[in-house]
């Protein structure tokens, strides 16, 4: 048997594993020892490949923005500045059709701003808005339905993990994956807004509305907002104009909201080691996962998959676009059983370099960023798809009466919004890519 044989009979090897249970790290690190022992008929190389994958793999300094940007996360969390979001937006918009919702929606966006993290998106303004949206007569379904959807902002409004993690294997610059991706973030939190605004006129029993709030206390409410503005400023600012690398400001970003939740009393000891031991968790699977791809695509690499299948395309005379929307529609059925992270750690590899053979009439960093926040968008649109759906399960556990299918259906109003964002971003690369020189 060949090896790029043996390389495709092992994509349904870690399917396999990964539809048993197997945790995805675990599976790819296993096909890929085995990939490995097969092809060099003994464990010695495989042995050998593990040791320089390790130290390949995390010597990288560009990891380092990933612990940083989660501490980042928590420590906005426990400092309130979820809590601070939603008031302000509820108090500008609550009063009207759907406006708690939208409120809901705007605070993950500015959550979002100041964490790289989906899951923690969606699990701090569920514990935040999921209360208040039943409090003014929201529907379950609908309710878990916004805060799933609103949790993805996370990884598409920067700073992002996921955004990171495809910058380094990409090896583009950080900087300008998240100037890229700042428009269609904001487009992806008015396209929700229009889906909930639709939503209350097609079920107005299904939501109600709160009491309308003076313009002073608005003020008062917005102006508690403020150190979300400056972290994001901080960051996002203070990377693209040189100030510091990605990684210093991911650690500026710890440190200005560690200070901030200490101001606000609320960091002290115990919450201190909460959110240093929950990093370091979260970190560790992270990383797990990194290297069990980076073990993985180093044998698909060996079997030279990649290379056959972009030339198998290329043979193909498909036009480029084309090309581009069955590789958006393969995410979209890989997002159903995988988590984001994982996709885009086995995918980027294989679909990469069949991208930038391809002429779309721009050159190459442009396609690789276009390519990186179109791929972003549709394994985001994974997270609230089912059955796999992460942030559904996340935002359904905290609303135990909630039927899971009374969520799924009102979530689908929200992944059409996805598809129609995705489709005008493929249309018009320019919405994307106006903010890169």
């Not at 969520?407 to 059409?416: I, R």
């Amino acid at each position: 048997m060949s090896n790029l044989a043996i390389g495709i009979l092992s994509f349904p090897v870690l399917l396999g594993l990964i539809f048993v249970r197997v945790p995805i790290g675990l599976s790819m690190f296993v096909t890929g020892f085995g990939g490995y022992w097969i092809i060099d008929g003994s464990s010695r190389i495989p042995l050998a490949q593990l040791k320089n994958a390790a130290y390949s793999t995390f010597a990288s300094e560009a990891l380092a923005v990933v612990p940083m940007f989660l501490l980042m996360g928590y420590f906005a969390t426990i400092g309130g500045m979820s809590s601070a979001l939603f008031k302000a937006a509820a108090a500008f918009v609550g009063h009207r059709k759907g406006g708690v919702g939208i409120a809901a929606v705007a605070s993950c966006a500015g959550f979002g701003a100041i964490c790289g993290s989906s899951l923690a998106t969606a699990a701090t303004m569920g514990r935040v808005a999921l209360p208040e949206l039943k409090r003014f007569g929201y529907d379950g379904g609908i309710s878990t339905a916004l805060l799933a959807a609103g949790g993805t902002l996370g990884i598409l409004i920067p700073p992002s993990v996921v955004l990171v993690i495809y910058a380094i294997l990409a090896e583009q610059n950080i900087a300008k994956l998240f100037l890229a991706a700042f428009a269609p973030g904001i487009l992806a939190a008015i396209g929700y807004m229009i889906v909930i605004s639709i939503y209350v006129r097609l079920y107005p029993n299904r939501a109600g509305t709160a009491e309308r709030i003076n313009w002073p206390d608005r003020f008062r409410l917005l102006l508690g907002v403020w150190p979300v503005l400056v972290v994001f400023l901080a960051v996002v600012g203070g990377i693209y104009g040189g100030v510091f690398t990605p990684t210093e400001g991911a650690a500026v970003g710890a440190l200005g909201t560690g200070l901030i939740a200490l101001a606000n009393r609320g960091l002290n000891f115990r919450t201190l080691l909460e959110s240093f031991t929950s990093t370091a968790r979260s970190t560790a699977m992270i990383f797990f996962i990194v290297f069990g791809a980076a073990f993985y695509n180093g044998f698909l690499a060996r079997t030279r998959v990649p290379q056959a299948l972009s030339e198998w395309v290329l043979s193909l005379g498909l036009a480029p676009v084309m090309v581009l929307v069955l590789i958006l529609l393969i995410y979209l059925a890989l997002g159903c059983v995988m988590d984001s992270l994982s996709m885009i750690l086995l995918t980027v590899p294989i679909f990469f370099p069949m991208m930038m053979a391809l002429d779309f009439g721009m050159s190459q960093e442009h396609v690789a960023i276009w390519f990186g926040i179109l791929v972003l968008i549709v394994v985001e649109t994974g997270l609230i798809t089912p059955p796999v759906g992460m942030n559904l399960f996340i935002i359904n556990a905290m609303d135990r009466a909630t039927p899971m299918t009374s969520t799924y259906k009102a979530v689908s109003f929200f992944v059409l919004s996805d598809m129609v964002r995705v489709a005008i971003l493929v249309a018009f690369p320019a919405i994307t890519l106006f903010l890169i020189p």
